[in-house]
């Protein structure tokens, strides 16, 4: 079974690059069946896709997050990466991690969640 | 960019009874990139709905999905105690973009 878990500082400072890895186990992350996404959600509120990764390492980011978002594979390990620069107080959030399929372009398998706090 | 706009806000039913919440776009979405997800307090998102009407692996049948264009709706013939949650939708379009609606919470009555 495939799961999926997100890992990282639970706490970044102002202007600092937020860093978050996925781990995945059950599955390979080179499968050209799937992709691999982030999306977040700041407390109490709705779901923020942040951007997604392909097998191929073709990445595609939110426009109104792409200047600061960088994805990337690490397929020796099995897991991929978020970076997330500049931040501020706006990008505190629960980060998810997520396997996206290839022909609904939905997201069917979910990691728990990791809360960010950006404060100094 | 497409806008999904869920209606409505919140739902408050009794267990037992039949919940229909809206999913409306800004343009028409290809319902084959239209897809519902649960969510309860403290967990991830649940995929419920591929594919505007596929329910999704161990999805009970009392969970429905209809519509096209601009209109989609996720039906739960019978609420379950469990299925007091959010639901959102959420579309994908060729840009490509991943876009979520706000969300629809189901409460108890």
């Known amino acids: 079974q495939l799961q999926l878990q997100e890992s990282g500082p639970g706490l970044v400072k102002p202007s600092e690059t937020l860093s978050l890895t996925c781990s995945v186990s059950?599955?390979?992350?080179?499968?050209?069946?799937?992709?691999w996404g982030w999306i977040r959600q700041p407390p109490g509120k709705g779901l923020e896709w942040i951007g997604s990764?392909?097998?191929?390492?073709?990445?595609y980011y939110n426009p109104s997050l792409k200047s600061r978002v960088t994805i990337s594979l690490d397929t020796s390990k099995n897991r991929f990466s978020l970076k997330l620069s500049s931040v501020t107080a706006a990008d505190t959030a629960i980060y998810y991690c997520?396997?996206?399929?290839?022909?609904?372009?939905?997201?069917?398998?979910w990691g728990q969640g990791t809360t960010v706090t950006v404060s100094s | 960019e497409i806008v999904l706009t869920q209606s409505p806000g919140t739902l408050s039913l009794s267990p037992g009874e039949r919940a229909t919440l809206s999913c409306r776009a800004s343009q028409s979405v290809s319902s084959s990139f239209l897809a519902w997800y649960q969510q309860k307090p403290g967990q991830a998102p649940r995929l419920l709905i591929s594919g505007a009407s596929n329910r999704a692996t161990g999805i009970p049948d009392r969970f429905s999905g209809s519509g096209s264009g601009t209109d989609l709706t996720l039906t739960v013939s019978r609420l379950e105690p469990e299925d007091f949650a959010v639901y959102y939708c959420q579309q994908y379009d060729s840009s490509p973009f991943w876009t979520f609606g706000q969300g629809t919470k189901v409460e108890i009555k």
């Open positions: 997520a396997r996206g399929d290839t022909y609904y372009h939905d997201m069917d398998v």
């Open positions: 059950g599955g390979s992350i080179s499968s050209s069946s799937y992709y």
């Open positions: 990764i392909y097998y191929s390492g073709s990445t």
